[in-house]
């Protein structure tokens, strides 16, 4: 991959849509679960409060990130899809978008919530990697015999002087 001061982050606009879509029908749990990700919908509404970020190097997708960083459940916010590209995936990409929304959810939530599949095993490590813990599961939420595992991390940049 090329060096880190190349990749940047930019709030995801209607031209970035093909290039998600391609990280998304390249990549589990989308393409076992049979599912896409509505980018379309989420950029006409800021209703929901999300945030979508893509990630680039010169001007070339690598990932993407949605998720809100407003207290949503539990006093936290919520990742709602994370991808990277899948021949630049353990570079460092998904760790970068993550590190990013928790900056970004710390500022108004002191805790990040997000579910994995059974199944995907890779993103679970990935997730206890950067200090998340399941907390439950939710037994055939997406697939009859997958659970939707719920992970949790406390932010430690939290602080009161963050809410205001």
Known sequence: MRTAASLKIRPLTRADIPACAAIIAASDPWKRLGEGFDFTQLLASDQSGSKSYIMTVKETAVGFIVF?????????????????????????????????????????????????????????????????????????????????????????????RSRR
């Open 68 to 160: 809100n960083p407003h207290p949503v459940f539990a006093r936290g916010g919520y990742l709602r899809a994370i991808g990277v590209v899948s021949s630049l995936r353990r570079q460092g990409i998904g760790r970068k978008l993550m590190s990013f929304a928790e900056r970004i959810t710390a500022q108004h939530s002191p805790n990040f919530y997000l579910c994995v599949s059974s199944f995907n095993r890779k993103a679970q490590a990935f997730y206890r990697d950067l200090g998340y813990r399941k907390i439950g599961r939710i037994p055939d939420l997406l697939m009859r015999g997958a659970s939707e595992h719920v992970y949790w991390k406390r932010l430690p940049q939290f602080t009161a």
